[in-house]
């Protein structure tokens, strides 16, 4: 049976204009720039530059009427569209006068250069070898199992069979095994090893033999596993050495190379240079916030397309034709038109996101000491800003500001509370550079395990678990004491 009711539902739908906001706020600088140049390209209506009579109020950026309208496919009834809404004067907008709070960011030209690549580069190497056509076909296809480190890691067999199915050549581990020591003969020296140990005797052989260096090969080829693991009592009694020998051998272990293709010069890897999003400065005590001026571009609606309006409007005898044009004439005014009116809400939003962070930590960016970092979450600067936590989020997750005491991360900013000896909260940032401090100034000798450093950071007024000490450890990329050891 079948029925027909009514039924009132409350439902949040994002329009299109918000989504567009939030994903131009969560864009870095670079990133923002890519996106403006895609926009200008998809809509001619869009032009950058200062032109003084071509420009738009910024009162014609509220427009009422439903995004969908135009993008949805529907026809538009071009008798009610109101001309003069799409036709300009001679009044500056508002936001093309905003100079203030943006720092002045020159257009440089950076020169790039055509490097090598490291395959390339151990392809060349190779060229210097006499081979015949199956031995140079077997060293091209090892050169290119080479992986950016440096490193084969697949087995022999597995390089015979996939050369077979892959390439057709026919070949058995003996040949293979023959061609991967011309391939240790190639620089930088460890190259094509398959293991850390192979790539550490290989950089060994190729140096000048001598006490220390005889011994250090004799540990790494059959003593590898006391070595790594910093067991240098049995070193000492299987060796019967001094303190002062084995010191020198590690010493020379310690100046090899683990990843010998990651340090190759010629790697043509991109490289990702971060563009600070903002910048703080200290003015005579005092805190100065700019947003980069690449984030504030200089748009304004196509004149060409406002003349075309014009016409319309002048025009007595309206075709078919021209109805058509001007339809798709005001979806492309109205696209440009939201989206400056996006980019200045862009800018608005970054820069009191940012400016409500700088006074949040202002004690740390007078003094640029880490231990001042106050606990801060999204919350705290979404109350302060009136702002979704989520807003906040994106503005710091990929953002970098220039403080006069480095490039920074945002979002390294912000961290959880924790109790001190006194009830304060402090922050984790500030307990973590203590218990970096704590390691750094141990005796390496006899490194201090976490039990010894959740006493010593209790005396300073940070109780905490022993277990919360080696979680910080870790996350700071510090290893255990055993590991830390030096003889």
Same mark, same amino acid.
């Given at each position: ?10 439902? @949040? ?11 131009? *706020?969560?864009?870095?600088?670079? &990133? ?36 969908? %309208? /135009? ?8 008798? %009610?569209?109101? *001309? ?17 709070? /943006? ?18 580069? !151990? ?16 060293a091209e296809f090892l050169v290119g199992s080479i992986d950016d480190m440096g490193y084969i890691r697949r087995s022999v067999q597995d390089i015979v069979d996939d050369m077979a199915f892959t390439q057709g050549i026919y070949t058995d581990e003996a040949n293979v095994e023959r061609m991967l020591h011309v391939i240790h003969e190639l620089e930088p020296s460890g190259v094509g090893a398959r293991n850390l140990q192979e790539c550490l005797l290989l950089q060994l052989k190729h140096k000048t033999p001598n006490q220390d260096i005889a011994l250090a090969m004799d540990i790494i080829e059959n003593q590898f596993e006391a070595f790594t693991k910093k067991h240098y009592d049995k070193l000492l009694q299987k060796y019967g050495i001094s303190q002062e ?16 293709? +990651? ?29 980069? +001026?690449?984030?504030?571009?200089? !748009? ?24 058509? &044009? ?50 801060? *979450?999204?919350?705290? *600067? &979404? ?35 924790? $109790? ?15 218990? @970096? ?9 006899? #490194?201090? #395990? ?20 080696? $979680? ?8 255990? &004491? ?6």
């Open positions: 049976m079948l029925k027909q009711n009514l039924q009132f539902k409350l439902s @949040q739908k994002l329009s299109p204009q918000q989504i567009q906001l939030m994903k131009l *706020i969560q864009l870095p600088t670079l &990133a923002f720039e890519q996106r403006l140049l895609e926009e200008m390209n998809e809509n001619p209506a869009l032009e950058s530059g200062k032109e003084e009579d071509d420009l738009y109020e910024k009162d014609e950026f509220d427009n009422n009427e439903d995004y969908d %309208d /135009y993008e949805g496919g529907e026809s538009i009834e071009t008798d %009610d569209i109101n *001309i003069d809404e799409y036709l300009s004067n001679d009044d500056t907008p508002d936001y093309k006068l905003q100079t203030n709070n /943006y720092s002045e960011e020159e257009e440089r030209e950076n020169p790039f250069a055509s490097p090598v690549s490291f395959h390339q580069d !151990l392809i060349n190497q190779l060229n210097t070898f006499i081979l015949d056509d199956i031995d140079r076909d077997i020998q084995l010191k020198k051998t590690i010493h020379e272990i310690e100046k090899l190379n683990p990843k010998p293709g +990651g340090s190759f010069t010629g790697n043509n890897k991109v490289t990702e240079n971060i563009v600070p999003d903002f910048a703080i400065r200290i003015n005579d005590g005092e805190l100065e916030l700019s947003l980069n +001026g690449r984030n504030a571009p200089s !748009l304004h609606v196509s004149k060409d397309y406002q003349e075309m309006m014009q016409t319309y409007k002048e025009s007595r005898d309206k075709s078919n034709s021209q109805k058509e &044009a001007v339809q798709f004439i005001k979806q492309k005014l109205d696209s440009a038109k939201w989206f400056i009116d996006a980019i200045k809400q862009r800018q608005e939003t970054l820069f009191v996101t940012m400016n409500a962070i700088m006074h949040f930590q202002q004690e740390y960016f007078l003094d640029g000491e880490e231990t001042s970092l106050k606990p801060m *979450i999204l919350k705290d *600067i &979404a109350d302060m800003v009136g702002l979704d936590i989520s807003t906040v989020s994106r503005v710091a997750n990929s953002k970098y500001v220039d403080t006069p005491y480095g490039t920074k991360l945002i979002k390294e900013f912000f961290s959880e509370a924790m $109790k001190n000896d006194q009830g304060e909260d402090v922050s984790t940032l500030e307990i973590k550079k203590i218990l @970096q401090n704590v390691i750094e100034e141990e005796d390496k000798h006899k #490194p201090l #395990p976490d039990d010894q450093l959740a006493d010593i950071l209790k005396e300073k007024g940070y109780p905490i678990a022993r277990r919360t000490i080696a $979680k910080y450890r870790e996350q700071l990329d510090i290893p255990v &004491a055993r590991m830390r050891k030096k003889i």
